[in-house]
């Protein structure tokens, strides 16, 4: 997948350009970066919606491009997510995904094959200054058919 692409998709999203986060990163990894400044809190470092955004987005990015490059054009939505919140962010922060497992990709496919939807969980993270400061998990549905 392109990033110029992954750029575009995301430019349609209005929160994501509110919030300057832009792919630099899109293949077998996603990473999703954002400048501190228009996500700031009133403490003057990174809201925590604006980094559970960017890791959402980071995992709706990743499976949004998997699915285009297996020729497939459908809509991904957030179900569930779980984050946890490990260190403040004081700058410019990254959201990454590294993807899913082979066989929970197999068991995806088989569900879009069979009922047209299916299920993945995804972990990703944000960081800045390479240190973690947030741990992600979300559960995106995959829905063939739908509006894309």
Request: charged letters at 15%; aromatic letters at 6%; hydrophobic letters at 50%.
């Amino acid at each position: 997948m392109s990033l110029d692409a992954l750029n575009a998709a995301l430019a349609e999203i209005p929160l994501a350009q509110a919030m300057g986060l832009h792919a630099i990163q899109a293949g077998a990894a996603m990473a999703l970066a954002a400048p501190l400044a228009p996500n700031t809190n009133h403490k003057g470092t990174a809201f925590g919606g604006s980094l559970h955004s960017a890791a959402i987005l980071a995992g709706w990015a990743w499976l949004w491009g998997y699915l285009r490059q297996n020729g497939l054009q459908a809509q991904v939505v957030i179900q569930k997510a779980q984050a946890e919140f490990t260190a403040p962010v004081a700058g410019d922060f990254t959201a990454f995904c590294d993807g899913a497992a082979p066989e929970d990709l197999e068991h995806l496919m088989r569900m879009l094959t069979r009922k047209g939807r299916g299920r993945l969980a995804l972990a990703c993270r944000v960081e800045s200054g390479n240190q973690v400061c947030m741990k992600f998990v979300g559960e995106y549905v995959v829905l063939m058919g739908a509006a894309v």
